[in-house]
């Protein structure tokens, strides 16, 4: 009924995460160590933490969006998520399906 994930294809997300994140690490490290010269020819470091923020923010906010169209295209195909095929699934393998989404924001 519901479907499985390739090894594969599992592995190859995995490795996608790691690359990404890592790479995410790195070029902010670098971008906090570049230098430039201010108008008196002084080399000044970068200090804009803000748009390191605001990238952070714009990419979860897209993971979101994603998430939404997601559970909407599910309620179109199946009139409530409640008789999606996974939903049934869920349940009959005794999982839990009704977490309260604001238990989210005590790590966040």
Same mark, same amino acid.
């Given at each position: 009924?519901?479907?499985?994930?390739?090894?594969?294809?599992?592995?190859?997300?995995?490795?996608?995460?790691? $690359?990404?994140?890592?790479?995410?690490? $790195?070029?902010?490290?670098?971008?906090?160590?570049?230098?430039?010269?201010?108008?008196?020819?002084?080399?000044?470091?970068?200090?804009?933490?803000?748009?390191?923020?605001?990238?952070?923010?714009?990419?979860?906010?897209?993971?979101?969006?994603?998430?939404?169209?997601?559970?909407? $295209?599910?309620?179109?195909?199946?009139?409530?998520?409640?008789?999606?095929?996974?939903?049934?699934?869920?349940?009959?393998?005794?999982?839990?399906?009704?977490?309260?989404?604001?238990?989210?924001? $005590?790590?966040?």
């Amino acid at each position: 009924m519901a479907e499985k994930i390739s090894k594969i294809l599992l592995y190859t997300i995995m490795a996608g995460m790691l $690359i990404t994140g890592t790479m995410n690490t $790195i070029f902010f490290k670098l971008q906090n160590n570049e230098t430039t010269e201010d108008s008196n020819g002084e080399p000044q470091k970068f200090n804009h933490a803000f748009f390191q923020t605001f990238t952070m923010f714009v990419g979860e906010f897209m993971c979101l969006l994603v998430y939404f169209l997601h559970v909407y $295209i599910e309620k179109r195909k199946h009139g409530d998520l409640i008789r999606s095929p996974a939903m049934i699934e869920a349940k009959r393998k005794g999982l839990k399906t009704d977490i309260n989404i604001l238990l989210f924001a $005590i790590p966040a």
